[in-house]
């Protein structure tokens, strides 16, 4: 490489995306690139010039181990859609004076669907123009839900996090033995795709039973077959565990958290009160069947456990992010590197690079034939699917008893 | 020993409670016990002759590694109070009747402050009747407010779980910035102690600020100074993270949560809704403030996250288990095994044995002085007494990417 590269992260936070910023960074250098630029908060800091000098925030082989480590977007993100060229072409020329000014030649962005969509009108733009910076995504989200792509760094880390999790609620919740049973109803992250809840299958194994059911978003939910279930199962056995999608929704389209605000929640100060999915539906089952429940939230800590992160999404995620830079470096513009699962058993996994408008704001959802006919639980396909991706760990250093992240002052 | 040993598990579950019944079954062992007797469901389940004999259980010397990684209580637990000996002398009778039967010399009780209460009275009951069963209690509980001891086996896993899991939240929260800016309240467990809250602040170090505010329930909370500090803050920083405890009251005694409840959450089914701490406070501040919100719980997570167990707490929790042996053995009853710190730095801490009269149903509170004037943090005297609780860690042993748990199909 003869100019400057330069690197930004987008959406949602992971426990990976940081080891995306690692391998960018590590393959810029190896590639001879004088400067690794890091975008503060995406592209809408790039538009205030906001970005610093990555050499000074992974001086040493120990920053970048620790960057690996490190949850959340290190740069910071945004979610700052780009307006149509033809909308407002004064966003882009501000973006290109910017990139010329720091002599950039590959511009890579770390994040999903929205980030893809910049990716794609940047690289358009610079085309139109014969601009020869090139514009490369890199996958990234906890939701899986990224077209072409076998899966997407953060999901295994997440998914990881999910399986061990919900083992040690199960565990914990056949300890105490109440009158008419227990209930636990385990929400986890995933508005449209139910890759994350899905993962929730990795707790069972010989040592656990799992959750009792897992609903996913793709198919609709049915309050009263639900009920029914529950209360089959709680005939059976003093535990029930339920994992169930933040997303779903009756058969009408309405999320079931909404349907707990329909009931005019309004507290003192006249605002609507917002319950989640679980605590809604624990109270309904509460009010029908009497019995104790728990209402849990995985919330944001299931795409920040890097305590838990998987070996192998913290590796791909890292090498994601050195394939973006050798695609950028090699001419490649308007691409999105994506992983190609060779094999299962053994596990192999590879890079390509794909067309970024294939990709765009196209969501992957779980196949139909992923979940099992009454829409209760995930087949054996999705867990040969999601296996390989949660397998080896990665040790945090630990300081003091806490894992350490990587901090600098200048950030 | 020349008889059996019989030992229970009793109360709420921690990641350690496991680890000190390892420890009572090896000393058991190692010291001559025939027979190791497990109680299915604490004191309730000996009630109906439910006991498990260990050494189906912890067979092997990997049983015992897997046994101490294992959260919740493996035997099971109960909420059981025993009624008084001069209330109700048929169910003394009924015990001392299977233990009897069992041909039990030692019978160890592990559990919080309910569970030292069981102890008291059998042991009184024993005495009054010149039965020679010995009757000795094992500490164990997350909210670490049982009395004499300096803290509590299951106390520093969890408080390890916490400052990791803030650690997490916090980096998470600075990643993407909002307009009015965003307030994460955590929710932690203890309803009258603040010692598990308080260990929200082992998050802070070199690289984490640490959360904005801390509040524990020794000291009554004033939703308008909480609003009026939330707003100062917001004022100068993008992201606010609060850690406050499920107990915490306003100066009328009423629990937080129950202001929500208290403004007429009713549902379809009418229902009261039972709204969360960290919850209401949220509605509260999104609807003065406008700003975006985030209530976490941490929920049961924070007492069964075995795979981020500390080990000096699994240590200390397999010590106690095994000083209530021998101290059975050696003679005393109606005592409790506790924890002795000798030092701070180096921490060095030993067992020792109190009488359980002195114990029973005193709950003891995080000092006035360990709390900053305001109420609003805790101190470094806080910090220097929980730090050492949570050093070191216990490798999970790993099964295809997830921790595995000590399972039987006899249990």
């Known amino acids: 490489m003869k100019g400057n590269v330069i690197v930004g992260q987008s959406g949602g936070p992971t426990a990976a995306i940081n080891s995306s910023l690692a391998g960018v960074y590590r393959t810029a250098k190896d590639r001879g690139a004088k400067k690794v630029y890091g975008m503060r908060f995406g592209i809408q800091g790039l538009l205030e010039e906001k970005y610093v000098d990555l050499s000074e925030h992974i001086a040493t082989e120990l920053d970048a181990e620790l960057l690996k480590r490190t949850p959340a977007a290190y740069l910071g993100s945004c979610r700052y859609k780009l307006p149509g060229i ?22 890579i962005y770390i994040g999903g669907n929205d980030s893809m969509d910049t990716i794609k009108k940047l690289s358009d733009y610079a085309i139109i123009k014969g601009h020869s910076c090139k514009f490369v995504g890199c996958p990234k989200t906890v939701d899986n839900d990224l077209a072409l792509t ?17 083992k040690e609620i199960i565990r914990d919740s056949f300890c105490l033995e109440y009158d008419k049973g227990l209930v636990t109803v ?20 010989e040592d656990c039973t799992g959750p009792d059911l ?28 339920v994992a169930l999608s933040e997303g779903i929704r009756d ?8 349907l707990g605000t329909a009931a005019d929640y309004v507290d003192a100060f006249g605002h609507k009160q917002l319950t989640g999915t679980a605590a809604y539906l624990c109270n309904v089952i509460a009010g029908e069947l009497g019995c104790k429940t728990r209402a849990i939230e995985l919330s944001t800590l299931q795409r920040a456990a890097s305590h838990l ?4 999404d913290i590796l ?26 060779l094999s299962d058993d053994p596990y192999q996994c590879g890079t390509e690079v794909k067309d970024v408008h294939k990709i765009a704001n196209d969501e992957k959802l779980v196949p139909r034939e992923w979940i099992n006919e009454e829409g209760t639980y995930v087949t054996e396909d999705f867990l040969t699917y999601v296996k390989p991706l949660i397998q080896g760990d990665v040790s945090p250093i630990m300081v003091d008893g806490i894992p350490r992240h990587l901090f600098k002052h200048s950030i």
């Not at 609903?215 to 059976?236: A, G, I, N, Q, T």
């Not at 058969?251 to 958290?257: F, N």
């Open 309 to 312: 992160a998987s070996r192998v």
């Open 150 to 166: 076998d899966h997407t760094p953060g999901y295994g880390s997440a998914a990881k996090y999910i399986g061990t999790s919900l």
């Open 214 to 241: 897992i609903y996913l978003p793709e198919l609709p939910f049915d309050v009263d077959k639900f009920m029914d279930k529950v209360r089959e199962l709680l005939s059976k056995k003093p535990s029930v565990v």
């Open 316 to 341: 791909e995620a890292y090498q994601v992010g050195g394939a973006a830079v050798k695609a950028a470096d090699e001419g490649d513009t308007g691409k999105m590197v994506v992983l190609e699962r």
């Open 251 to 258: 058969a009408s389209g309405t999320y079931v958290c909404e």
């Open 86 to 107: 033809h909308e407002d072409v004064t966003v882009y020329e501000r973006i290109f004076e910017i990139l010329e000014k720091l002599d950039i030649e590959a511009f």
């Open 186 to 205: 385990v929400e986890i992250m995933g508005r449209n795709a139910g890759w994350l809840t899905g993962a929730a299958v990795l707790s069972k194994g």
